[in-house]
Nanobody, 121 residues
């Protein structure tokens, strides 16, 4: 059974950093692009970042460019999201997802349950 498990969320002050991890199982990790999405209370889920199967191509929402970095370690079946210079508006539940190709849309095949990131001011 496919499982995506996020970790690394928490409470940080504005300007701080967090690194999220998502460990996958139940499918061939290296055959799938991975993405990060987030959803704040009362808002739609939105694209944050994506990475291609081999980790060469990376894509970011304009709101996080220059602050967030997505990476993956196929040997560990893990995708990461390094978040720097965090802002209160980054507060959301962050989800990792898997798809055959990277996409900015939410129609990914597999999803984790999410991890809470809260940025205080």
């Amino acid at each position: 059974q496919v499982q995506l498990v996020e970790s690394g969320g928490g409470l940080v002050q504005a300007g701080g950093s967090l690194r999220l991890s998502c460990t996958a199982s139940g499918y061939t990790f290296s055959n799938y692009a991975m993405g990060w999405f987030r959803q704040a209370p009362g808002k739609e889920r939105e694209f944050v970042a994506a990475i291609s199967r081999g980790g060469i191509n990376r894509y970011y929402a304009d709101s996080v460019k220059g602050r967030f970095t997505i990476s993956r370690d196929n040997a560990k079946n893990t995708v990461y999201l390094q978040m720097n210079s965090l802002k209160p508006e980054d507060t959301a539940v962050y989800y990792c997802a898997a798809n055959p190709v990277p996409s900015t849309r939410v129609a990914y095949e597999y999803w984790g349950r999410g991890t809470q990131v809260t940025v205080s001011s």
